[in-house]
């Protein structure tokens, strides 16, 4: 009724907004819809007494030393609704559009920020910050990756809250450096950089991962590496070995003998893995990720290589996951089947009764000369065969989505001075 009376009383509609005309004035020629949003009324709402909470919130314990109450109350201070409203106060209109390309389409999501508002550091950051160099390591082959710039926490804040999650998390960094055998502020935070990433590969078995971690002093990202090794050596072995031309220190575990953490520093970053072979593929001179067309095709679309965050997933990487699982599923129809069996044991022996009887797999029991049977399992000594992995429906959609979709790419970006642009690229095979 509010929206109704609204738009009856002053006759100005959404046209007349900022977002509107923002978001037709870069309409492409391929759009397929688009959407705008005003985030003002939803704050308005929020801050008015219907749109308060009724419930009070758990007040913060003293958790010094616990890692695990430190977690928690991290948790308990992430406040869904106050940092809606912080997020609805800052962004001024929210506007969208799927462009469809045929065999590339895309789409966009843009935020036109307040610039009487102070911005979330994440954003704020995004405006000096140089492209990203972890994709120029990471190997076309990868089927998973991830990286992002993340700024440094201030400790300055005049928000109560804001700075009760920083030290909370200082403080689980704090004891996570403990463990190690280290001072954040005297070994780590000089040289750590802000640029993260998490690159895959699965060429075996099981998959591995690295995670690249930029430096600026590539020198005492080692010696501090040097630190962590000798802290352990009494419960690990290690061994320097080269991999690619580079020198790689690489851990053995007696309980995992499949497992060879590895860590090395090349190319401003310092890089944790759990495998010599995604070390491998980080370190060779090969076809990079950032030159794979699914990937590349993300700068195409933004018009520019300065990505805040990123991702990239190879739809490959589903079905085999989906494969993966196989023998859990072969496992599950024959547990269901057991289940059915007893039931139809049930039935013969009266103990049961055929309308109150269920078949774990959605059969249905009939009766036929006094034999009771399953529309999916059959009836006992003539049971119907069990369908192979291959039928899994997970398996079958995870190929489906496969046939249709090489690879989705997705990238944050400052479009324009205060527009922030959020994009995932759908590539077709």
Known sequence: ????????????????????????????????????LNPGPV??????????????E??????????????????????????????????????????????LSHFDLHGSLDPDVPLHPLMASATSLQPLRSPGMASIHAPMFLA?????????????A????????????????MMLGLNYDLDVKPWMGNEMALSMLWDGKLPQVALLCAVSDEGAAGATMERVTANFKGSLKFKSQKVAGKTVVVASLSSRPGISPAYTVSGG???????????????DRGDKLADAAGFASLYSVLGDNRLQLTGYLATDLLERLAAHGGPRFAQLQVEM?????????????????????????????????????????????????????????????????????????????????????????????
């Open 1 to 36: 009724k509010a929206a109704v009376a609204r738009r009856q009383g002053d006759g100005k509609g959404i046209s007349g907004t900022l977002g509107y005309r923002n978001a037709v004035a870069r309409l492409q020629k391929e759009t397929a819809f688009f959407l705008v």
């Open 43 to 56: 704050s308005e709402f929020m801050e008015s007494p219907a749109g308060q909470p009724s419930s009070s």
């Open 58 to 103: 758990p007040s913060a314990s003293d958790t010094a030393g616990d890692p695990q109450a430190m977690v928690a109350q991290l948790a308990g201070q992430v406040n869904p609704r106050e940092r809606a409203l912080d997020m609805a106060r800052m962004v001024q209109s929210v506007w969208a559009q799927f462009v469809y390309k045929g065999k």
């Open 148 to 160: 992002g710039y993340f700024p440094t926490l201030s400790e300055e804040s005049a928000d109560p």
């Open 162 to 177: 804001a700075k009760a999650r920083i030290e909370t998390f200082n403080r689980m960094r704090h004891t996570a450096m």
């Open 269 to 283: 970053f310092l890089i944790l893995s759990s495998g010599v072979q995604v070390m491998e593929s980080l370190l």
């Open 337 to 429: 089947q057991n289940s059915c069996l007893k039931n139809l044991l049930a039935l013969r022996g009266s103990r049961l009764k055929i309308d109150k009887a269920l078949c774990p797999a959605g059969g249905a029991y009939s009766q036929d000369d006094g034999r009771f049977q399953c529309s999916i399992h059959g009836r006992p000594g003539s049971l119907n065969p069990l369908p192979s992995a291959e039928e899994d429906p997970q398996l079958a959609a995870a190929r489906h989505f496969k046939q249709m979709m090489g690879s989705i790419a997705l990238g944050l970006t400052m479009s324009e001075p205060g527009i922030y642009r959020f994009t995932t690229v759908f590539r077709k095979r």
